[in-house]
């Protein structure tokens, strides 16, 4: 009886060994289940909100291109447009990973500043509209505004412009080698 039962919770643990379909990994998913596990939407509902708050964004852009046409107060209509078209597209990716990982990468110490000067220039650019009412300066601010996100892009890709450089360097290294070589083994 005792054997029997040794038998039965052995292959109880086998079975639980062996990986379930949710748990195997397949060479083309990568993407799908990294999205899968670092959002708690569901991979349709956080493509779905991705693109309607990058469109979104996409919409308020071209609005606020449209107000420039407007008399008097076009150039603050625009800033504020495009601040919310910014901060629309901005926004989007939190539905890719959770917003708080989100924010956690954001705010490390490596990207601390870039992100502090982007939030300042989105938020100077509308109180440059709406309550200072100076369209010089609000669109003074715009163009921060594009710098800092220029900025805050080069800083997220810092690592992979890291790894481009030291392979860089690496080839020219091997190629330095080889020439040395040559050189040294010509008659």
């Not at 038998?7 to 289940?33: D, H, N, V, W």
């Not at 046409?69 to 625009?78: E, K």
């Not at 078209?85 to 539905?95: H, K, L, Q, R």
């Not at 959770?98 to 300042?120: C, G, H, N, Y």
Request: aromatic share 10%; with cysteine; net charge positive.
């Amino acid at each position: 009886m005792y054997e029997e039962t040794g038998k039965f919770s052995s292959s109880l643990q086998k079975q639980k060994q062996i990986p379930s379909p949710a748990q195997t990994s397949y060479p083309g998913s990568l993407a799908m289940s990294s999205t899968q596990a670092t959002s708690t939407l569901g991979l349709g509902k956080a493509m779905h909100g991705f693109i309607t708050c990058s469109m979104g964004g996409f919409v308020c852009l071209i609005l606020g291109g449209c107000m420039l046409c407007v008399p008097l107060i076009g150039l603050t209509l625009f800033t504020v447009f495009y601040t919310i078209g910014n901060i629309c597209a901005f926004c989007s990716t939190m539905f890719l990973m959770e917003p708080l990982k989100q924010l956690a990468m954001m705010f490390d110490k490596t990207r601390a500043l870039t992100t502090s000067v982007m939030i300042a220039c989105l938020v100077l650019t509308l109180c440059a509209a709406i309550w200072v009412k100076s369209a010089e300066l609000a669109l003074f601010f715009c163009i921060l505004q594009v710098l800092s996100f220029i900025w805050e892009a080069i800083m997220k890709m810092s690592e992979i412009c890291s790894r481009i450089l030291s392979a860089c360097i690496w080839f020219l290294m091997g190629l330095v080698h080889q020439i040395q070589w040559l050189y040294e083994n010509s008659p």
